[in-house]
């Protein structure tokens, strides 16, 4: 099933451009293009939306207004020609921040970050474990600096996706990959790995303290997304 969308922007001529974007991507449906936050609010109550893309400057209800008054929030994209909004965007877990004008191949970049992130809709994967199977494997091999290292999955304290890599960190080392955290999430399966961000997988037998929404795993504080959070108490419970 394509992932469905949600426009939002005063400016018409960035809706249709946004509208022509979509159109061009088979994966992804156009449910509706709203000119103000307060439309679009109307919309996020009939509709399951899988991709948000949201304008910031807008008049009655700003786009992070918007975003802050949402309890369940879908894979946002902000689309703005102000910079000075990124920081506060990324403070509320937003995917991507689209300056405009962006390009095509701009868009794809931000809309494949955020069907990374998302759930298959017939295989969640926030998770990256189902409790009940057993682990794989107990090692992983590990390619870096051009040779295979063997590390013990139990060893593995949390991975971090760092752009087109991912480390891997242990007790005592850290192991720079060529990889996706996704692909690193496929490798993990089993009862005790856990994706609680975008950028985040963490061992659960090493968390040591919860606050609020982040957890600690020895010095690394590691922050909880919103849309991980409420799985990752769910998988609390059963601790």
């Excluded at 095509?104 to 970050?113: G, I, Y």
């Amino acid at each position: 099933m394509p992932y469905s969308c949600l426009i939002v922007d005063d400016e018409r001529p960035a809706l249709k451009l946004l509208e022509a974007y979509i159109k061009k991507l088979p994966h992804l449906e156009l449910k509706a293009a709203c000119e103000s936050g307060l439309e679009a609010l109307a919309v996020l109550q009939q509709e399951e939306i899988d991709l948000f893309f949201l304008d910031i400057q807008m008049p009655e209800l700003t786009g992070l207004e918007l975003l802050r008054s949402l309890r369940k929030r879908p894979q946002v994209i902000l689309t703005t020609a102000y910079r000075d909004f990124a920081v506060e965007g990324f403070e509320l877990d937003v995917t991507d921040y689209l300056l405009k004008p962006f390009s095509f191949e701009r868009f794809m970049q931000a809309v494949n970050k955020a069907v990374g992130l998302m759930q298959p809709k017939e295989r969640p994967i926030a998770a990256v474990v189902e409790p009940t199977k057993p682990e794989s494997k107990e090692h992983l091999f590990l390619r870096t600096n051009y040779k295979m290292e063997k590390v013990d999955r139990k060893g593995i304290l949390f991975v971090k996706g760092e752009r087109e890599y991912v480390s891997v960190h242990t007790g005592d080392r850290k192991f720079l990959i060529n990889q996706t955290l996704n692909k690193m999430a496929e490798e993990l399966a089993g009862d005790r790995f856990m994706r609680v961000h975008r950028s985040y997988i963490v061992n659960m037998d090493h968390v040591h303290t919860i606050s609020g929404n982040t957890v600690r795993i020895g010095e690394e504080e590691i922050p909880i997304g919103a849309s991980y959070k409420k799985k990752f108490f769910e998988r609390i419970k059963l601790l």
